[in-house]
């Protein structure tokens, strides 16, 4: 089975063969985003995520490459957004950002369908917790192969208000941190 570490290092060789007009915005928002929002919200200990800590390692974790494709598929979604609602993303084509994915990452099929199936999941909401939590619910599938523990495990996330809020914050300055990652790096300067 391959680490996380890993998976990071085969991302970044695949994006190396992206086209050159989406390479470095999907550097960010593929490899760079998804492995600090993984490790920052179930591994690393810190004050917020102590309740997506203990998920995590409640869990029968051995799919790290799954877990981090999962992460990499709503990053995907939250770019793809940004190339349509934030002008100055609206340089970057999502048609060709999906192409490089599909042709030059090994998953990247699946990554695709599932950033899709991301922006169904929150177009259909009903409550802005399910904007983060519809990628929480996406992971637990991996790291709770038993369906009755997963059950349990989401039910009792759900009920823990303070973690939902946490979640919200954490997401929402993930988002930040990426698009000041693309500013500082002139990604979004023009070409």
């Known amino acids: 089975m391959e680490n996380l570490a890993g998976a990071c290092v085969t991302a970044v060789r695949q994006i190396a ?26 591994i690393e200990p810190g004050s917020g995520n102590r309740r997506f800590e203990s998920i995590f390692s409640g869990s029968s974790f051995d799919n790290a490459q799954g877990c981090f494709h999962v992460t990499q598929a709503y990053y995907l979604r939250h ?26 990452m090994v998953f990247g099929e699946e990554i695709v369908l599932m950033a899709e199936e991301f922006e169904q999941a929150i177009q259909n909401m009903s409550r802005p917790e399910d904007f983060y939590m519809c990628y929480v619910k996406r992971l637990l599938a991996i790291l709770y192969p038993d369906e009755a523990a997963r059950d349990r495990t989401l039910s009792s996330l759900w009920m823990d208000v303070r973690a939902l809020l946490w979640l919200a914050h954490f997401t929402c300055e993930s988002i930040t941190s990426a698009k000041y990652i693309d500013e500082k790096s002139g990604d979004l300067q023009d070409r």
């Open 17 to 42: 063969h992206f086209d050159s007009s989406v390479k470095s915005v999907c550097l960010t928002w593929l490899v760079v985003v998804p492995h600090t929002y993984f490790t920052d919200l179930f």
């Open 79 to 104: 770019l793809l957004r940004l190339t349509k609602q934030a002008p100055e993303y609206g340089k970057f084509e999502a048609n060709t950002i999906k192409h490089s994915v599909r042709s030059h």
